[in-house]
């Protein structure tokens, strides 16, 4: 049994090599790759396409065999099939029978994840109102809108009660609105204490849930580390004031707790944003790759 101080996710040295067919070619998809996400984490993994991600997701979720190094999920090796009990996956383009309706769909996954008939009904109940698809809970699927689809698939992710959730660009195709009712799910999920992994290009959306991000490029994590590390800028500093007085910014070199009217709210480094870090970074990346070439 997993203790408290467990990580959730443990990933040391993973590397995966894949052979091309009717080659003498390989393609290092991973390449040494180690990161940690510790349990109650939302944590954010972005690369550009063909960097590695859904590799490594697939590796951790047990569906393909690393080359070499281990990942482990609460302590238990990704291959062994009993770490999959805790773990909810949500991929970036789901299947679902689209002639069943959303309960009924959620009766399938709770099936499959052994649930009894009452535990399916009072399950799916919760679900469907945490997704917003009670008044759509017997919709067949086919009618449901990209969105709907996604937050349904989030919700067959939760059926079997994981402590982990795995998200693969969840709001691929999903409209603004759709994309922000997602995004209040995965800090739902934060609030109950569930770890999430998340896969996204929408930097922005990352940067409002993620409490720890990795950058990887090339197969290789180039920059990893807590959100708020990440993007401040640490060669400068900002002073926020409130209700300043013009007089009162020009002498702002001076001390202004006991200024009249003036409260310091805040006082450290700026913010850069994700987007442009991602960006730094991947330029970096690209610069180091023709060197070594």
């Known amino acids: 049994m997993a203790n408290s101080s467990t990580p959730a996710v443990q990933i040391e040295g993973l590397t995966k090599v894949f ?18 996400v510790d349990a109650g984490e939302v944590y954010g993994l972005i690369g550009p396409n063909g960097s590695g991600k859904s590799t490594t997701m697939k590796v951790l979720l047990g569906l393909i065999s690393p080359s070499a190094g281990k990942a482990s999920i609460f302590g238990l090796d990704s291959g062994d099939t009993a770490s999959r009990g805790s773990v909810g996956f949500l991929p970036e383009n789901p299947y679902f029978y689209k002639y069943l309706t959303g309960s009924e769909t959620l009766a399938f996954y709770g099936k499959l994840c052994g649930l009894s008939r009452k535990q399916i ?29 996604q937050r349904i698939g989030l919700a067959q992710a939760l059926v079997g009660d994981p402590r982990l959730v795995v998200l693969d660009e969840p709001t691929a195709g999903v409209d603004p609105a ?10 739902e999920l934060k609030r109950r204490g569930i770890t999430v992994i998340l896969s996204s290009h929408l930097l922005e959306q990352v940067q409002e849930v993620c409490d720890e991000v990795g950058i990887i490029f090339n197969g290789r994590l180039v920059r990893e580390g807590k959100l708020n590390d990440l993007i401040a800028i640490e060669d400068q500093s900002e002073i926020v004031l409130q209700n300043a007085t013009p007089q009162l910014l020009e002498r702002i070199a001076e001390m202004v707790e006991g200024e ?9 480094n700026p913010r850069t944003t994700l987007e442009r870090l991602f960006l730094q970074e991947i330029k970096e990346g690209s610069k180091q790759g023709g060197e070594d070439a």
Not at 19 to 36: M, T, Y
Not at 126 to 141: N, Q
Request: net charge positive.
């Open 260 to 268: 009249e009217g003036a409260q310091l709210l805040r006082c450290g």
């Open 19 to 36: 052979r091309l067919p009717f080659k003498q070619e390989k393609v290092v998809a991973v390449d040494g790759l180690s990161l940690q």
């Open 121 to 149: 009904r009072e399950r799916s109940d919760e679900l469907l109102e945490m997704v917003d698809l009670t008044g759509a809970r017997d919709r067949r699927l086919g009618g449901y809108s990209k969105g709907m689809l």
């Open 178 to 187: 759709g994309s922000r009712k997602i995004r209040d799910l995965v800090l």
